[in-house]
Every structure is written in structure tokens, then in C-alpha cells.
């Protein structure tokens, strides 16, 4: 037979053990509804924001990458051909000829023949024909030559005409055209500043 104390006991044992559980799922159901509301919204926010920040990084590498390789190619292209380009661009070509031609030959006349632009490679073709004299028909084959090492683009166009002065002179007029092309090519506004980035 239980006593009054022991009675006693069990009730609030049970009671305890009632108000405990009670508790416990009101503990348990404030975490998850917490991690539920809270911070599984925000663990899932986190996430799908480093995968798109891991997609654009990756974008971005495979971008710069190309943009890298496009550069390094512009350079190559630009190291590679300065010579020709600065010899397109010399719009003291003409000038330098004289010059070259005169320390060869006495220029007696220089008329413009012909000029015509050429849309398809972008420059301008002029014509000039030269009437000189000299004593010695060496100094044309030397200038010849020479004319390949000037900063200009030139192209002696055939005939050349060397023809005695006179029956009593030891001089020879000859006559000849050279041909010297310009550069018209303008570099757009975004290509240029491209290059303004690229090592000289």
C-alpha cells in the first residue's frame, strides 16, 4: 500500500516529467522554426549568391583570358610590322626622297603624275616623275638600292630612260617615276584607346 508521500511523489514526478516535455517541444519547436524561417532562407540565399558569384568569376577568367590572348596578339602584330607602318605613316616621304635622290643625282624637275586612292587597302598612291642628270650612271644604280632603306614606301616603276646630254657632254639625263604610298587608314576611338594600354 502506497503512502500519502509516496503518492505524492509520482504526482510530481509526473508532472515534471509533463511540464519537461513540454518544454522541450516548445525548445525544439522554436529552434526549428527559427532554422526553418530564418536561417535556412539564409543559408540557401548564401549559397545561390557564391554560385553565381563563382559562375561570373568564371565568366570573367574565360574573358579575360580572351582579352589577354587578343592583346598579346595585337602586340605581336604591331612589334612585328612597326617598320612597315611607320613607313605608311611617314608623310615626309616625299621629302626624304628628294633628299636621298639629290645626294645621288642633280634633280632638274619633279612633277606629280598621277594619284589615286585605294579604298580596299586604305592608302593613297602618288606618282611622281623625276628628270635629273648626272656624270656618272653608277650613282642611279646606287640610288637604287638606297631607296629600300628609306622610311617611306617607294617603288621605282619602270621605264628608266638614261640618255646622253649631248655627243660632246660626259653628262646623262634620266628620267624616272617613283611611286610613294600613304597610309589613309584612321584607327577607331576604342581600338585606339586599346592601344594606348598596350607596352610601346
Known amino acids: 500500500m502506497k503512502t500519502p508521500i509516496t503518492r505524492s511523489f509520482n504526482k510530481v514526478d509526473t508532472d515534471l516529467f509533463v511540464r519537461n516535455l513540454i518544454f522541450s517541444i516548445l525548445y525544439i519547436s522554436v529552434i526549428l522554426g527559427f532554422f526553418n524561417y530564418l536561417l535556412w532562407p539564409t543559408i540557401i540565399a548564401f549559397k545561390s549568391q557564391y554560385i553565381l558569384e563563382r559562375k561570373e568569376k568564371i565568366i570573367y577568367n574565360e574573358i579575360k583570358k580572351g582579352y589577354d590572348n587578343s592583346a598579346q596578339r595585337l602586340q605581336d602584330f604591331i ?27 642633280t634633280i632638274k624637275s619633279i612633277k606629280q603624275v598621277q594619284s589615286s586612292t585605294q579604298e580596299d587597302n ?31 614606301s617607294v617603288v621605282i616603276n619602270p621605264p628608266v630612260q638614261i640618255n646622253r646630254a649631248s655627243l660632246q657632254a660626259d653628262v646623262y639625263d634620266i628620267s624616272f617615276s617613283l611611286e610613294i604610298v600613304y597610309n589613309t587608314y584612321q584607327v577607331p576611338t576604342h581600338t585606339q584607346k586599346l592601344l594606348e594600354h598596350l607596352p610601346n
Open 122 to 152: 586604305q592608302t593613297i598612291n602618288t606618282t611622281y616623275a623625276f628628270t635629273t642628270q648626272t656624270k656618272n650612271v653608277a650613282n642611279m644604280w646606287q640610288l637604287m638600292e638606297k631607296l629600300s632603306t628609306l622610311n617611306a
Open 79 to 105: 612589334t612585328n610590322n612597326r617598320p612597315i607602318f611607320a613607313k605608311l605613316s611617314n608623310q615626309n616621304a616625299l621629302e626624304e626622297v628628294k633628299s636621298l635622290i639629290a645626294s645621288y643625282l
